[in-house]
């Protein structure tokens, strides 16, 4: 609910221009000559990530009449899953890359633009360029933003890269491999819980040590945790040792010590105890919701964005519904594919509710992941869940069996790209 | 925990005539949610909008009712072996999976 200046000018533009004209949509009223289609209830949604952009689709489906507007800054979006296989150069940035034409032809109404300001009492947002507008339902899908300390800041992300918002950072990541010397130590300190995607740091590991085997046998991973275990550790570990011998090592939290400062630059790491000098240097911090969740008044003061975990609406603003990693959804992961699924449990309950239901029975729903060790090598986490008013239990699921053959592996790597193939065409296809 | 849906205005009812207002006679013990919809969206990550597969994953819209009813109990029992379906099946109730093959195969 935050008032700025510019945020007041625009409310009062739009009672000034809606007085005089009476019911008008909102985009008459901004100025824009095109508006989203159909003549059904406005669902607004802010953000164009794997929740967002989902949710657009999704509420269109289940509600071909309503009239959905997405908001998102970047006209093109790199997707963090298979990021790594980028990084290891199994796939190009193309190939991780997507526009939202799809999305245009599927007759969501897309707007570049930046949100500044939620009213919720009086259902309107307010954009970077001035423009106001109106929603019937919000949809909020902000994904992560990081929480700078131990010396590492945006400015620091230029010289040692986290490469957890993947796009520039992921290519400046690759760059510094390409340009290490065989022999270099490349060391990721992934962050502590909670944070987006817990395999990633390891299916990073993974990747990059498949780069180093073909390219600079003689460089090494080393992994400083800031944890004790981590998502998938048997089927990784057993799998680093299949492919990489001891190529990787990872150090758990109690043996690194408290990290104490890093220094981009240098590209050193100290703890406590010691100072690590990497070739090259990944260090991702720990996390908080997107800065939009903060802007728009959504996370209680608080890291995350506590819903309702059968709607995903807002404890704190009534009408406004909190998606993907930024929410706290109880028994799910942060992950591209449970923001997936989120998006498609909200959307069905805001159609719902927009078309009179007073309550909306709770989603069976899911999450498959799949990691890649080496281009022949993925093991994947799936799991099923049914929704309660407390959160999501588990009726099956879990991580690849230990123990199989080359053939089962190499499976699953096929099926990984599959899987990455569909998902990525179901949101923006 | 369960709650009923009440559908109110009427222009979104072709969109919304699934299963899942069906009722929730299901199988026993946690029928829960039948909505075909909704159930089958969890399907298409891997095997593709309306089952037909961009990439490496199976196709499965070339299945019928039969056949794909078949495939999933038998992966839920255990008698089908495969690499990630065996974790997933079991976390559907009958009704539920059911419920998914018809969305996936139009009945």
Request: some cysteine; proline content about 5%; aromatic content about 8%.
């Amino acid at each position: 609910m935050s008032n700025n200046k510019s945020n007041n000018t625009s409310r009062r533009d739009f009672l000034k221009i809606a007085g005089a004209t009476g019911a008008v949509s909102a985009f008459a009223v901004s100025g824009c000559a095109m508006g989203p289609s159909g003549t059904g209830p406005r669902v607004v949604v802010v953000g164009g990530g794997f929740g967002g952009s989902t949710a657009a689709r999704y509420i269109k489906k289940f509600g071909p009449d309503f009239r959905v507007t997405l908001i998102e800054p970047g006209r093109n979006y790199v997707t963090c899953p298979f990021s790594n296989a980028y990084l290891g150069g199994i796939v190009d940035l193309n190939t991780i890359t997507h526009g939202y034409g799809g999305l245009a032809k599927a007759g969501v109404h897309v707007v570049h633009d930046l949100v500044t300001g939620l009213d919720g009492a009086n259902k309107t947002i307010t954009l970077s360029s001035g423009k106001t507008v109106e929603y019937d339902r919000l949809i909020v899908s902000p994904g992560i933003d990081f929480k700078w300390d131990l010396g590492y800041d945006e400015a620091a992300s230029l010289l040692a890269p986290h490469a957890y918002k993947a796009g520039s950072q992921t290519v400046l990541l690759k760059k510094q491999l390409e340009a290490m010397d065989d022999g270099g130590t490349v060391i990721i300190a992934p962050p502590g819980n909670p944070f987006r995607c817990p395999p990633g740091p390891y299916e990073r590991a993974s990747m990059i040590a498949y780069y180093l085997k073909h390219h600079k046998p003689r460089s090494k991973v080393l992994i400083l945790d800031r944890k004790d275990k981590f998502s998938k550790q048997g089927a990784f570990m057993e799998g680093w040792k299949r492919r990489y011998g001891s190529l990787i090592e990872w150090v758990p939290a109690k043996d690194v010590g408290n990290i104490t400062s890093v220094d981009a630059g240098a590209r050193t790491i100290s703890t406590e105890m010691d100072t690590h000098k990497a070739g090259v240097l990944n260090f991702i911090p720990n996390q908080k919701a997107g800065k939009v969740a903060h802007v728009m008044g959504l996370t209680n003061g608080c890291d995350w964005c506590p819903v309702d975990q059968i709607t995903f609406e807002s404890s704190v603003v009534p009408g406004v519904h909190v998606i993907g990693d930024a929410a706290v959804v109880k028994g799910m992961p942060k992950s591209g594919n449970a923001a997936n699924s989120q998006a498609k449990v909200c959307a069905w309950a805001v159609v719902q509710l927009l078309s009179g239901a007073s309550e909306v029975e709770p989603a069976v729903t899911s999450n498959t992941c799949y990691s890649l060790v080496s281009d022949d090598y993925g093991i994947h986490v799936s799991v099923i869940w049914k929704g309660t008013p407390e959160g999501y239990e588990k009726t099956s699921g879990g991580v690849a069996p230990a123990n199989q053959s080359d053939d089962f592996r190499k499976q699953e790597a096929k099926y990984a790209h599959g899987w990455y193939a569909n998902i990525t065409h179901d949101i923006w296809g | 925990m369960k709650r009923t849906i009440l559908l109110g205005a009427v222009f979104f009812a072709a969109s919304l005539a699934t299963p899942a207002f069906a009722g929730g006679s299901g199988d026993g013990a946690g029928a829960g949610n039948l909505n075909g919809a909704l159930l089958a969206s969890n399907c298409v990550v891997c095997h593709g909008q309306g089952g037909h597969s961009q990439g490496y994953t199976p196709s499965i819209d070339k299945l019928d009712k039969f056949q794909m009813l078949t495939r999933l109990t038998e992966f839920k029992s255990g008698a089908r072996k495969g690499t990630i379906m065996p974790r997933i099946a079991p976390g559907y109730t009958d009704a539920q999976l059911e419920a998914i093959v018809n969305e996936l195969t139009g009945n």
